[in-house]
């Protein structure tokens, strides 16, 4: 129902799927030092035959990567700013994996371009983690890099006594994160927002000031948060976390959404499918019983 758009700032994180390049090497070797990076130089490729490998989202909201072929797994979570960490799982997912004290070298680019530039993911222990161990690990992306889909290489890192490469991209979050509505043309939003129909009434329009969302949210600026927490109200489309600066009365109830052209999808709803609408509150992000048992 709803299609991606670019125009209103829809930030890629991180989701339910992951594209993974993995394979152990089985040295006891160090690693080998990276070549310095430049903007021109291309990320290291992934040898033939290695896995694709589709996983859930992981307990922080982020792409779960398979290591070595399920030996191990880490989860990747995009944060805002261009915070980009790296929690260490074991072959069970539910599993903290503590390895040695390391500085990785990653390759990112933007999706689909050759030229990558090198980031280091420096380690940062927890406070249960061993000494000289740590469970995460934290990057911060180019500023070029911000807000973009983006495609990371890790060719090396080192877990108990062996090496492994493994790769993964911001555009394999969640589903919902790229599919923002396109916004409606005037005449269009007009004939939508000013006239009544289905559970959309004559008096949610007065409620709405008579205006269409484009004129109601002229000066807003989207700034949708992939990962809601519990207790957050929740767009009723995207399922993103709603802003409470925008608004739009149905039924003579207030819904709150991530970005305008979410207000006229739901708008629609109200028109076309009004039995499918469901009271505001039940928009609210909870905290299902996967989530308990990890608490």
């Not at 670019?6 to 070797?29: D, K, M, Q, R």
């Not at 911060?140 to 890790?154: A, M, N, R």
């Not at 989207?222 to 039924?251: E, Q, R, S, Y």
Request: with cysteine.
């Amino acid at each position: 129902m709803v299609r991606q758009v670019l125009s209103w700032g829809a930030a890629l994180v991180a989701s339910a799927a992951a594209l993974i390049f993995a394979v152990g090497c089985g040295s006891n070797s160090p690693p080998a030092a990276q070549p310095a990076a430049s903007a021109a130089q291309a990320p290291p490729t992934v040898a033939s035959g290695e896995e694709e490998h589709a996983h859930l989202l992981g307990a922080h909201g982020g792409i779960i990567v398979p290591i070595g072929r399920d030996s191990y797994h880490a989860e990747a979570v995009f944060e805002k700013g261009g915070l980009v960490r790296l929690h260490m799982l074991g072959r069970d997912e539910a599993k903290v994996e503590e390895v040695a004290w390391q500085t990785l070298t990653a390759y990112v680019k933007s999706a689909g371009e050759t030229e990558s530039t090198a980031i280091k993911f420096e380690p940062k222990p927890q406070a249960d983690d061993a000494r000289e161990m740590t469970s995460v690990f934290i990057a911060q992306l180019p500023p070029q890099f911000e807000g973009q889909p983006v495609e990371v290489t890790i060719p090396s890192i080192r877990i108990a006594k062996d090496r492994f490469r493994l790769g993964f991209k911001s555009s394999d979050g969640p589903a919902h994160a790229e599919e923002m509505p396109d916004a409606l043309a005037d005449e269009e939003a007009r004939k939508l927002f000013l006239t009544p129909g289905g559970a959309y009434t004559e008096s949610d329009i007065a409620a709405n000031r008579r205006q269409t969302a484009a004129q109601k949210f002229r000066a807003f600026t989207p700034a949708h948060d992939l990962f809601p927490k519990p207790g957050d109200k929740l767009c009723p489309i995207t399922l993103t976390k709603a802003n409470a600066k925008c608004t739009w009365v149905v039924g003579g109830k207030t819904y709150e959404f991530c970005c305008p052209p979410c207000v006229e999808e739901f708008v629609k709803l109200a028109k076309n499918d009004p039995e499918k609408l469901q009271d505001p509150e039940k928009y609210v992000k909870r905290v299902d019983a996967d989530e308990t048992k990890r608490r």
